[in-house]
């Protein structure tokens, strides 16, 4: 394990160049980060192959410290850089790395639209439940009552789960998870990226310095511990009673279906209507 946590390190992140990070000691940025190098380490693909793109946000800081290629885009934008990505060259993995406010408020459309279109590319978007980075103001997830610094008084609106929302929106893959399950993480990581299709991955994660102080949560160590007790795997949830999964959250694959991918539907349909025999063979037009 030492030695895998070893190779990892040396070959991709850019350790040489971009650390110290900026992350806030106890932040589960690391967490994610980590499982998500673990899942691609595991799965065994070339560096060169792999395209991860973010927005802004503290976890999307995630693109300037791994070494794939990486593109750190502007603000609730990384599914369309992404999306941008996929067409041209269908066959690199394409991620993104992306903030609950990132991706579900400037972004929202355009992760709706990615789930609708199905284009096969996987989310992975951490949802701590404020805007971090920015000053801690209140996301589309924070919950109803809470403090921040846009809801002094306690957040009037009501949060929405992303992770519904991905399903409603017609995702083929949903999974959840936080940063205390790590080992749990890195495989529902690592569906999602082999999923042909738009594969969410939720993960629960801390923000004690914005989110956790200003509403007497605790530190990192304490509010990664209450995902430990919130958690319930899928299976065990559906045998709980509304009353007994109040306060808690599911964790583990919410969605697995089969369906088109808007990336070789696009493809057969300038195949079918395409006059010039030449044009009938770009190899980037084949989904891997």
Not at 21 to 46: K, T
Not at 104 to 124: E, K, P, Q, V, Y
Request: some cysteine; hydrophobic content about 35%; overall charge neutral.
């Amino acid at each position: 394990m030492v030695v895998e946590a070893e190779v990892i390190r040396q070959n991709y992140l850019r350790h040489n160049k971009k650390f110290p990070h900026v992350w806030c000691p106890g932040c589960g940025n690391g967490i994610v980060l980590g499982s998500l190098l673990r899942a691609i380490h595991s799965l065994g693909y070339d560096k060169d192959d792999v395209v991860v793109a973010s927005g802004i946000g503290c976890s999307s800081r995630m693109t300037t410290y791994i070494d794939f290629n990486t593109l750190h885009t502007t603000h609730g934008r990384a599914l369309t850089f992404a999306t941008g990505v996929k067409l041209a060259k269908p066959r690199l993995r394409v991620i993104t790395v992306m903030g609950d406010g990132d991706a579900t408020a400037i972004g929202g459309n355009h992760f709706i639209h990615a789930a609708r279109r199905n284009i096969n590319i996987t989310a992975i978007i951490v949802n701590n439940s404020t805007y971090g980075m920015t000053g801690g103001q209140y996301s589309p997830t924070t919950p109803y009552g809470s403090r921040s610094t846009t809801s002094v008084y306690g957040h009037v609106e009501h949060d929405f789960s992303i992770s519904e929302l991905a399903i409603t929106a017609g995702a083929s893959f949903v999974a959840r998870g936080t940063v205390y399950h790590a080992a749990h993480l890195d495989r529902m990581i690592e569906q999602a990226i082999v999923k042909r299709g738009f594969a969410v991955v939720e993960v629960i994660s801390n923000c004690h310095v914005q989110h956790g102080r200003r509403n007497k949560l605790g530190g990192a160590i304490q509010m990664i511990n209450t995902f430990r007790d919130q958690a319930v795997p899928v299976a065990k949830a559906k045998k709980m009673s509304a009353e007994e999964m109040e306060g808690k959250f599911t964790i583990g694959v919410l969605c697995d279906v089969e369906k088109p991918i808007s990336t070789e539907e696009y493809a057969r349909i300038r195949h079918e209507s395409c006059q010039l025999p030449g044009e009938l063979h770009d190899e980037d037009d084949q989904d891997y």
